[in-house]
């Protein structure tokens, strides 16, 4: 966006370029494109949390229980 405005507003600053509007054109167009694929990324990950968490409400998860282990034997100190 602001590579964009600058070319708009003043091309003078940005040196280099030899067709300002070929450059204003490819930085609007890759804004573009970038919220583009962001916007399908939020959207992804919308459905995959809400896909998650239709897979955990499934009940699986009743009857685990961690094993009990004597966590004294490995359990160190640093002044040991």
């Known amino acids: 966006l602001f590579v964009g405005v600058m070319l708009t507003t003043q091309p003078e ?7 300002v509007k070929e450059a204003k054109s490819n930085a609007f167009g ?7 694929t962001f916007l399908l ?3 992804g990950l919308a459905r995959g949390s809400r896909s998650d968490e239709k ?5 699986m ?3 685990y229980q ?3 282990v004597n966590t004294s034997q490995f359990v160190s100190s640093r002044y040991d």
């Open 13 to 19: 600053f940005i040196t280099g370029i030899e067709d």
């Open 30 to 36: 890759a804004m573009g494109m970038f919220l583009g």
């Open 41 to 43: 990324s939020l959207i």
């Open 55 to 59: 897979e955990t409400d499934s009940g």
């Open 61 to 63: 998860e009743s009857g």
């Open 66 to 68: 961690l094993a009990s």
